[in-house]
């Protein structure tokens, strides 16, 4: 039975009248984590329940309320802290577990896959980070002569438009840190991983800066939920 088919009784028995073996962390210690549900996890961060839930049906009714781990992960510090039976320090643990874990799983796909060879590189590299954001930011990310990253550069955050990605601010940054290639990075909080016209657009105006300063661009990367889209693999940046 998943956390959300599980019921969420009110008054609830505390965690410490339970048997051991039934208890989250004596089961991460005795079978490891992956034996716990999401909702067992997130009591282990959150730690205590309310006067009416335990922690656990706390955490599994913090997880129906605010759409799963993917839709708690996103929640920004001032939703997570309306949220019933988050304190500041509940929240604070949260935020921080969910970026270690984004930093995770950037850092392993770094020492993995070190060169920026192809989309899912870069999608695992900088994919976890963004999946996090419940808005729309757009990067570069500025590379060497052997595509190894020199940097990422955040340049807007918030709704993706022509008039606030200029080439200019990019090609800027991609010639202070004397980059030899630039790969344009942005995410699709709703989801859905296809590229709008203005995503196109936007695209097309800075393929031909690039050819004009001679800093080429590679790619862009479109983070969506579990899922990406490479603009140069859809054939919308020219050679």
């Known amino acids: 039975m998943s956390n959300a088919e599980k019921p969420i009784r009110e008054n609830s028995p505390v965690i410490s009248s339970w048997p051991k073996e039934e208890r989250p962390r004596e089961k991460l210690e005795k079978y490891g984590a ?22 656990v049906d706390l955490s599994r009714k913090i997880l129906n309320d605010n759409g799963g781990i993917t839709g708690l992960g996103r929640k920004s510090i001032r939703s ?34 070190p060169q ?24 570069v990310i500025l590379l060497n002569s052997h595509n190894r990253v020199i940097r990422d550069v955040l340049l807007t955050s918030g709704h993706l438009n022509a008039s606030v990605v200029h080439p200019r601010e990019i090609f800027k940054a991609a010639i202070d840190y004397l980059a030899a290639a630039i790969i344009l990075m942005h995410n699709h909080p709703s989801g859905n991983p296809e590229p709008s016209r203005e995503d196109i657009e936007i695209t097309r105006k800075i393929v031909e800066s690039g050819k004009i300063v001679g800093i080429p661009v590679l790619d862009h990367i479109i983070i969506a ?13 020219g050679s």
């Open 116 to 139: 920026m060879t192809n989309p899912r590189n870069v999608a695992l590299r900088f994919g976890p980070s963004l999946r996090l954001l419940n808005h729309e930011v757009f990067k």
């Open 34 to 55: 992956d034996s716990l549900s999401d909702a067992e996890l997130l009591a282990i961060l959150i730690r205590s329940g309310t006067a009416n839930l335990n922690v």
């Open 80 to 113: 997570l802290q309306n949220v019933r039976g988050m304190g500041p320090a509940k929240v604070a643990t949260l935020v921080a577990a969910f970026q270690l874990g984004a930093r995770f799983a950037a850092s392993e796909a770094l020492t993995d896959h």
């Open 225 to 237: 939920d579990r899922d990406f889209t490479s603009l140069a693999d859809r054939g919308l940046i």
